[in-house]
Each structure stands twice: as structure tokens, then as C-alpha cells.
């Protein structure tokens, strides 16, 4: 498979002469159809809600587009709770997945009519002191060990920080009736960026299992089902993408066998995906500005780590298409960098490409998701715009570029000084 970009190079001048390198620009077209697609996987389930995880792209107007498609928005900080409000989401349409939480963020998220999703048992205690015990509620799981499909490891539940041990979870049901709550969730993200349509399914039959011996143990019917985040995207061109319509069979006949059989067949299904929502419909677009012949062949875009941190914090594969090159040979192996001090900012390393140019445009590929969203200010460089190509081929500013103005806001009296 090769990854085609969704902008022509005639397509991209044109962008580009109104709003300069780099930009993050957005396909609303394709972020609508693979929405619907996964409604279509999980429209055997009545109650399917998807909670888009607003850490990925927390742009307001990506979040209404995917509210219009039926989602809601999956927080974990008090800024992504209020962009939900402010974007509309209301009561249920709000899950809030936190860790390591701040009483004034679960008093936040109660107000606002969020769902409360406890990572640990100390939390009930927490909770109850910030803002009581909600009638709807729904606890973090971590079976521990490692995750393993098949016999293919794809993660490693043990060291992770989230969720509660079983007996904990079990505990914290009983805790959680006895204290008023009336409709219970159980939530667990075993595996990140899973290349598989097996994952869902998999990690579908754990949460199922545990909801049976949940009833039995605490005498607590569980409503819903959260399968969180983790379905993943191809970011290398040789895999093949999750088929979602597969991966909803799959956890419907997992939903078939353990829970219908045990009388909770009205169990709702939600998920909480990010990097699947929105990683393959983002591009990074960035201009060549030089080019470097030492011992390495360079060339330098106008875009740093500071727009895509992923290849320099992961070493994360990121496709590059050179534009109007598409059919060009690769012959050239080039190390694509950014401007920071730092050595890894690079965004390819040894990639084999056409002849680059200066003034060739590149776009990076599959950062939709965790791309602009990770962007920090180091060396005092600036967070781009995003962009939205819309449905009908026009293009809209959905976010400025961060200005020197916006960098030094937070310096008192900054512009005072004399100089
Ligand atoms: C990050 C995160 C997600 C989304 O993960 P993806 O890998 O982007 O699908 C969902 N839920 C929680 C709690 C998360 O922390």
C-alpha cells in the first residue's frame, strides 16, 4: 500500500498562499465517513456511544463535527472538560477518564454532568469528598501482566499506572452501591496503536467476563462497557489498516456468548477512541528551506518537533510524501529535520525519497491524532494553525499560529521592558 496524500500540490499552493508553512490541516470529508463507519460496526448495540478522546485533536471544531456524527468526548484535565461544555457536549455525552485527579476537576466534572470514570479505589473516597457519589459512575481495570494476543504480546498492563487490581474493582462496586450509586461502568485500555482487528474483540471478552463475575461478586448489574482508546492506524504503508466493521463482529459475538447468556445483554458499548477518529485524516504540511551535504545528506523544513513530537519522542514512523513527486523515484536517502537544538529533531531518518528542491512541499502523514496536540514551545518556537479542508474543497483556519505575543502572555510587564 502506498499513503496518498489528500491534498494535490495545485491544492496546496493555493492553501499555502494564504496561510503559510507550517500548518496542520484537517480532512472533514474522511474524519465523517470513518465516524459513521464505526456507528455501522456497533449498530447492533443500542446504547454504542463513541467518546472521542479530546487529547488527541482538541480542536473545537473537530469536536463539533464529531459531535454531529453522534460522539461524545472522552477528558481527563479540567481545559478538555470546559472545551467540551463550551462545544456543547452535555449529559451523557461526556466521559471523564482522568488519573491522578485534582478534587476541583471531579467537582468540574460532576457539575458539568460528566461520567465519572474512577482510576483507583482511593478515588471513591476522594470523590465523595469533593462533590458526593454520582447515581452513575464506572471504574478502571488493570488485570496486570502483560496483554497478549495470540501469542503476540501488545502491551504491558502490569507497568501501567491506570486502573485497579480485580479484587480492588470488585471492592469498589460494593463500596460505590452501598454509598447510592445505581448504574455502573467498567473501562480498560490494555493496548496502545494496536495494528489488529483482534484487540477489541480480545480485550472485549476480558471486560465481558469480568462484568459477569462482577453481578456475582458484588451483586451490581453493569450498564455499560467502555473499550476505551488503542485501535490504532497503519503509520508504516506496509501494514494493513484495522478493518472497524470486522472489529465490531468481533466484539459482538464475544457480547453474544458471555454477556447475553448471563441476562446482560442490555449492556451499552462505548469506546474511547482518539488516534483511529482522526491520525490518518491530519497532515503536517511544511516547506524544504535548506538543504545540508556533510556527512549525511539534510534537508530542512520549515515544521520542528515543536508541530510533530512523535519521531523524536517514539522514534514513530511518519510517512512522507514529497508533493508532485508522488511518482518519482525514491533514490535519495535524506535525514528530514526540523530547527531545534536538539538531534532528534528529525522527522525522518535515512528515508529513502525523490530529489528534494528548496521550496519543495512535504506532507507528513497520519498526524491527525497526538500530533499538534503534543506541541510544546521549546526554544521558543511557535504551535502552527490548523486547518479544516471542508467537505465542498474550501479551506478554513480552524486555529491561528501562536504569535510572539501569545509566547511571552504569561510574562508580566514583558513588553515594558526597555530595550
Ligand atoms: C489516550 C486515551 C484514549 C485514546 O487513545 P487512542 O490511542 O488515541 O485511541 C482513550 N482513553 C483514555 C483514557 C486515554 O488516556
Known sequence: MTKKPFITKAQAEEI???FPTPFHIYDEKAIRENARKLYQAFSWNKGFREYFAVKATPNPTILKILRQEGCGTDCSSYSELLMSKKCGFKNPEIMFSSNDTPLEEFRYANEIGAIINLDDITHIEALEKACGIPETICCRYNPGGKFSISTTIMDNPGDAKYGMTKPQIIEAYRILKSKGAKKFGIHAF???NTVSNEYYPTLAKILFELAVEIKKEADVDISFINLSGGVGVPYTPDKEPNDILVIGEGVHKAFDEILVPAGLGDVSIYTELGRFMLAPYGHLVTTAIHEKHTHKEYIGVDACAVNLMRPAMYGAYHHITVLGKEDAPC???YDITGSLCENNDKFAIDRKLPEI????????????????????NYNGKL??????LREDGSVTEIRRAETVEDYFATLDNFWDVID
Open 16 to 18: 499555502i498562499s494564504r
Open 357 to 376: 528542491e528548496m521550496g519543495d512541499i512535504l506532507v507528513i502523514h497520519d498526524t491527525g491524532a497526538h500530533g499538534f496536540a503534543m506541541g510544546y
Open 190 to 192: 490494555l493496548a496502545s
Open 383 to 388: 504551535k502552527s494553525a490548523e486547518l479544516l
Open 331 to 333: 533514490d535519495h536517502t
